[in-house]
């Protein structure tokens, strides 16, 4: 299980309007990578400890998916302690932003 991780602060409102099917979720370009917070020592453990960090789980390259809302699915946005206690998680993380 992969835990991808992103602020969230990020802006939540996807642009549908700008497209005519579904759009990549996770490919939004107006996503912040916060690439100065990565030159940080101990970046990964304040960002896994902080409470607006949500985390978006992927096995198998399957993202845990909710029902469509206003007609689109999007990706479920887990707190860390709505994270099953009984989930095997690895260290793979992957940092949106």
Known sequence: MT????????VDNY??????GFPNLYGFSGLDRRSVERE??????????DPNTRFVLNWRSKSLI??????YPSAVKLKSEEIPPNLEV???YVFLG
């Open 3 to 10: 835990l991808i991780i992103y602020s969230w602060e990020m």
């Open 15 to 20: 642009p549908f309007h700008l497209f005519n």
């Open 40 to 49: 940080e020592p101990n970046w990964k453990k304040k960002l896994l400890n």
């Open 66 to 71: 909710s029902e469509p809302t206003l007609g």
């Open 90 to 92: 690895t260290d793979q």
